[in-house]
C-alpha cells in the first residue's frame, strides 16, 4: 500500500518518477486564470484560511451543497470558522473527487502539513494554518513567488480600466509578469439581460457612444490596443458553441439597436451578431499575434432561483451536449480562407467532444507556431485524474503530443498552483507508462525535454512572452 500523496503519488514504475524528477521544478506559465491584478498589486494578508481558500471558490461551494451544508454556510454570511468547519466536514465524503487531492497538495505544500482534512483535525489545522499565515508569507505575490509562478494571465473585461495591471507595469519589485488577457464574453452576450448596461459601460469606457455595429467595432479596438500596450497576449471566449450565421451590416445595426434598447433579441439574430463580432475579433487578434481560447460546451446558470439570489458564477454550471464539429469547423474555415485565423487553442467541456476537438486541430495547422491550433487541457468538471488522462490520451492520438502547452490553473485562488503539479504528474504517468510497456523508447534526454516543454516552455514560446 502506498504511502497517502506521498513522493510517489500517481507515480508507479521508476520511469513515471524519473520524469516527473525532470519537470517537478519547472517554472509555472500561468496562461489562463482568474486571479485578481488589483489584489496581486494591494498585496494584502489574508485574515485567514476561509478568506484564503474558500472566498470565490464555486467548485468547493458545489461539493458543500451536495454534502447537504446549509447556504448559510457556503455563500451566506456565517463565520469564517463556521465556514471552515462545514467545508472540513465535507472532506471524508469525497474519495474520487479532485477537491480531495488539491486539499491535501495545498496543506503539503503551502503548510506543510501532512495530516488529512477531516471533523477530526479541523480544529487543529485550522489553528495551525492561521497561525502561519499570521507569521507571513501569504501575500499574493508572495505565494506566487514561493509557487514559482512567472508569468500570470488575468483574465479582464473589454471595459476594464487595467488600472492595475498599469500599477504592476509600473512595479519593478515584483518579478513575475502580470499580463491581462481580453475577454469580450459580455460583448457578445446580447440575448442577455445584461447586454443593454454592459454596453453604456463599454461606451463609457471608451468615450465614444455605441449605436452602429461599426461604432461597437471601433470601441473594442480601441480597447484591444489598450490590452495589447500592457502586454496582452491571450484572449478568451466562452460559447456553448460556435455560431456561424452571416449577416449583413445593416441587419446587424438592427440587431444591435434590438439589444441596446432592451427588446428581445431572437436566437437567429443572436447567432448571427455573435458570428460577426466573433469573426472581426479573430482577425484583430491575428494581427495581434495574439491567441484565441474557445471554451465550448458550458451550460450556466442553470438554477434561476439561486442566480438571482447569489449571481453567476458561483456553482450552477454544467456540461452542455450541443453538438460542436460542423459549427466549429466553418467558423475556422472562414478565417483560414483569408488567412486571418490566430493561434487558437479549443477547449470542451463535454469529454465527449475529445475526439472532435482533438480531431479539429489538425485541419488549420500551420508553419506559424508549432501546434498553432491546440486541444486544450482538461478543463472545469475534466481536470480530474480521468479527465486529464483522457485528455492527454486523445491529443497524443490525434496530434503532436510533444507540442501541448500543457495545464490551465483556471482558477481564483492564489493557493490552486498545485494543480500543475497534480497535471505534470498525470502527464509524466502517461508518457513513462508507455516507455515501460514499449510503446515509445527510453531516451533520457528526449524524454526529458518533453515533459519540461510540456510543462512550461511550449506555453513560453506559443504566448512569445519572455521571461
Not at 502561519?132 to 512567472?150: C, D, M, Y
Not at 494581427?287 to 434561476?304: C, D, P, S, V, Y
Not at 481536470?383 to 495545464?407: H, P, S, T, W
Request: with cysteine; net charge negative.
Amino acid at each position: 500500500m502506498k504511502e497517502f500523496m506521498g513522493e510517489d503519488f500517481l507515480l508507479d514504475s521508476n520511469t513515471e518518477k524519473e520524469l516527473f524528477a525532470f519537470c517537478k521544478d519547472a517554472p509555472i506559465f500561468d496562461w489562463h486564470c482568474h486571479l485578481s491584478p488589483e489584489e496581486i498589486y494591494r498585496n494584502e494578508t489574508p485574515k485567514n484560511i476561509t478568506e484564503l481558500w474558500l472566498g470565490g471558490d464555486h467548485y468547493k461551494w458545489r461539493a458543500m451543497r451536495c454534502a447537504g451544508i446549509n447556504e448559510e454556510l457556503i455563500t451566506g454570511n456565517a463565520g469564517d470558522y463556521d465556514k471552515f468547519k462545514a467545508w472540513s466536514s465535507v472532506m471524508d465524503m469525497c474519495p474520487g473527487n479532485p477537491l480531495y487531492h488539491w486539499t491535501h497538495l495545498e496543506l503539503q505544500r503551502y503548510f506543510n502539513i501532512k495530516k488529512t482534512l477531516s471533523p477530526r483535525t479541523a480544529d487543529e489545522i485550522w489553528e495551525e494554518t492561521n497561525s502561519q499565515i499570521a507569521s507571513g508569507g501569504f501575500k499574493p505575490r508572495e505565494l506566487i513567488t514561493r509557487s514559482n509562478v512567472v508569468c500570470v494571465c488575468t483574465t479582464d473585461d473589454p471595459a476594464d480600466s487595467l488600472e492595475y495591471h498599469k500599477k504592476l507595469r509600473e512595479d519593478t519589485s515584483f518579478k513575475c509578469k502580470v499580463l491581462p488577457a481580453f475577454r469580450p464574453d459580455k460583448a457578445l452576450y446580447i440575448d442577455q439581460p445584461t447586454f443593454k448596461n454592459y454596453i453604456e459601460k463599454l461606451s463609457s469606457s471608451a468615450d465614444k457612444s455605441i449605436e452602429t455595429f461599426n461604432d461597437l467595432r471601433d470601441v473594442l479596438l480601441s480597447r484591444i490596443e489598450l490590452f495589447d500596450s500592457l502586454g496582452c497576449r491571450a484572449t478568451d471566449h466562452a460559447l456553448t458553441y460556435m455560431p456561424t450565421l452571416r449577416a449583413d451590416e445593416k441587419e446587424l445595426d438592427s440587431i444591435l439597436k434590438k439589444g441596446i434598447n432592451g427588446e428581445n433579441v431572437t436566437n437567429e439574430e443572436a447567432d448571427k451578431y455573435k458570428t460577426e463580432l466573433m469573426l472581426f475579433l479573430a482577425r484583430e487578434y491575428y494581427k495581434k499575434g495574439w491567441a484565441m481560447e474557445l471554451h465550448l460546451g458550458a451550460m450556466r446558470n442553470n438554477n434561476t432561483l439561486m442566480f438571482n439570489k447569489i449571481g453567476a458564477d458561483t456553482g450552477f454550471d454544467s456540461m452542455n451536449d450541443a453538438r460542436q464539429a460542423e459549427s466549429l469547423s466553418k467558423f475556422l474555415d472562414m478565417l483560414a480562407s483569408e488567412n486571418s485565423l490566430p493561434k487558437t487553442i479549443l477547449f470542451t467541456l463535454n469529454p465527449k467532444d475529445n475526439y472532435v476537438l482533438g480531431s479539429m486541430t489538425g485541419n488549420f495547422q500551420t508553419d506559424e507556431a508549432v501546434s498553432k491550433i491546440q486541444f486544450g487541457s482538461a478543463w472545469w468538471f475534466n481536470d480530474n485524474i480521468d479527465g486529464m488522462r483522457e485528455q492527454i490520451k486523445a491529443f497524443a492520438n490525434l496530434g503532436v503530443i510533444g507540442g501541448f502547452i500543457g495545464m490551465v490553473t483556471d482558477s481564483r485562488s492564489f493557493l490552486s498552483y498545485p494543480r500543475h503539479e497534480y497535471f505534470r504528474r498525470i502527464f509524466c504517468s502517461f508518457l513513462g507508462s508507455m516507455v515501460e510497456r514499449g510503446e515509445y523508447p527510453y531516451e533520457p534526454e528526449i524524454l526529458k525535454s518533453i515533459v519540461n516543454n510540456v510543462s512550461f516552455y511550449n506555453a513560453k514560446k506559443y504566448f512569445g512572452v519572455e521571461v
